[in-house]
């Protein structure tokens, strides 16, 4: 390994998009997470439409700084730039906060989605022995390159894309004779309730900025990375609009709260149901496969993410070496995951000795970890909406538009805010620990980029620039 530069160009914008597609996982989240809103609203597909409506407004943060600042440190140069460079600094941390911890998250929440499907077939196993799957997977696959990674995603993408889009087809044409096809776009719960449905439908869209650490490994970024995000929310939000609509057409539009309160997954019943035991497997297996693209994706996220640190000088130079031949961040990768390992091994300790928590003591530490990394995400795109109209403001007045620099950013910032005190509402026993152990972090991050500032002035000048090959 060298100290050096990512592969530069290598990558075509149409398998960059599958960076983003990759870590926002369809067909897991349609199954586990979809109950959530339907536990809100008897109208989740109307919900999930506004919550698309209202990515799309923070989209427009990557289109307006994406044409300008390509970076693998993605919302760092944004904020970099657009607000301060201390500020960047910090925002980048915050961002590794909710990666790193995703990364472990991610492994843990993949041994019990797998430890659950498996005893659908009385196949009983721990979770935590199935760790070793993604650990090894999430280390292999990264390290020969961006390309391999982009080829991965493509291939179990489109397959996992396939199957939505089919079971959606067949449990559209096989509706309850209870349902109304309307029913799915007139709310009939109140106002609040409704508003928590759109918010948790926002959940779906975590991660639909991955490819920004992508930005240089991809021909002609200023054009193609916010044209791929945008295609990737607009593909995929459609995809899991139909398949939320379909859902509730097929177990009954009169029912969303037995689809809310099922103990099995109505996905897995409807499967079933549809296509008999073969088609439960395939659902579940493709599932899984795409957990495990979901955290290859995440693990070539935070290693660039790393990367990006490194090569300004900001934390070691361990994490900007790269692979001579492969040009992956090699380094990055390596110790990301021993530090997925460690995070993961105290997890596991903390529950099973101190909380005495012993059954379903995966489920609970994917449960916790997942918490505590949405609160990091939710931050970050505050400072990334928040650039927008301070760059405009301050260095591009000349083309400053009130709707795409103030208020789409605005609009966006507003739903996250609202998303971020949601997460620390109705906290009990040791999820309490939650705000605490995002608050130490953030005056912890604030001391050492108060110190940065202080005795190493010239690092923060450098921080968020972009490459010379990309600063034209």
């Known amino acids: 390994m060298e100290e050096g530069k990512l592969a530069v160009g290598s990558v075509s914008p149409k398998l960059a998009v599958f960076q983003s597609i990759a870590q926002l996982a369809p067909l897991p989240t349609l199954i586990l997470t979809v109950q959530e809103i339907f536990g809100y609203s008897n109208a989740p597909a109307l919900s999930y439409l506004i919550a698309l409506i209202i990515t799309l407004f923070g989209a427009n943060t990557i289109v307006q700084m994406g044409r300008r600042f390509p970076h693998a440190g993605g919302y760092y140069a944004y904020v970099a730039n657009g607000i301060s460079k201390t500020t960047g600094i910090y925002a980048q941390f915050v961002y590794l906060f909710y990666q790193i911890l995703n990364t472990a998250g991610a492994v843990i929440f993949g041994a019990w989605v797998l430890q659950t499907f498996l005893e659908t077939f009385d196949i009983y196993v721990r979770g935590y022995f199935l760790l070793p799957i993604i650990l090894v997977l999430i280390l292999m696959v990264p390290y020969f390159g961006i390309k391999p990674s982009a080829y991965f995603y493509l291939i179990t993408a489109s397959i996992e894309i396939a199957v939505v889009a089919l079971l959606g087809v067949f449990m559209l044409a096989h509706p309850a004779p209870s349902s109304n096809f309307m029913a799915p776009f007139v709310p009939s719960v109140g106002i609040s309730s409704f508003a928590l449905s759109i918010i948790y439908s926002l959940f779906f869209f975590t991660g639909y900025g991955s490819m920004l650490t992508i930005a240089e490994e991809t021909k002609d970024p200023k054009r193609s990375i916010p044209l791929a995000a945008?295609?990737?929310?607009?593909?995929?939000?459609?995809?899991?609009?139909?398949?939320?609509?379909?859902?509730?057409?097929?177990?009954?539009?009169?029912?969303?709260?037995?689809?809310?309160?099922?103990?099995?997954p109505p996905t897995y019943i409807a499967s079933e149901r549809l296509f008999g035991a073969a088609g439960l497997l395939i659902v579940g297996t493709f599932m899984y496969i795409s957990l495990v693209k979901g955290s290859v994706a995440i693990q070539n996220a935070t290693s660039r993410a790393l990367f990006a640190l490194s090569r300004d000088g900001i934390i070691s130079k361990i994490f900007s070496r790269v692979h001579k031949r492969y040009r992956s961040p090699t380094g990055a990768i390596i110790v990301n995951e021993i530090i997925a390992a460690l995070i993961i091994s105290a997890t596991y300790l903390t529950f099973y000795f101190v909380l005495n928590v012993k059954s379903g003591i995966t489920e609970a530490a994917a449960v916790y970890i997942i918490a505590l990394l949405t609160i990091g995400y939710l931050i970050v795109h505050v400072f990334a909406n928040m650039s927008v109209p301070i760059y405009f403001t301050r260095k591009e007045r000349k083309s400053l538009s009130i709707v795409k620099h103030y208020l789409f950013p605005i609009i966006s910032t507003?739903?996250?805010?609202?998303?971020?005190?949601?997460?620390?509402?109705?906290?009990?026993?040791?999820?309490?620990?939650?705000?605490v152990a995002v608050g130490a972090f953030l005056v912890a991050v604030l001391i050492f980029v108060i110190w940065l500032k202080k005795k190493r002035p010239e690092v923060v000048i450098r921080a968020g620039e972009v490459i010379p090959e990309l600063s034209e």
Request: negative net charge; glycine residues 12%; without cysteine.
């Open 230 to 264: 945008i295609l990737g929310i607009v593909g995929i939000g459609i995809l899991e609009f139909f398949f939320i609509y379909a859902s509730q057409i097929n177990w009954g539009t009169g029912l969303t709260s037995t689809f809310a309160s099922s103990s099995v």
């Open 414 to 435: 507003v739903a996250v805010l609202y998303a971020l005190a949601l997460s620390f509402t109705g906290l009990s026993g040791y999820m309490l620990s939650l705000p």
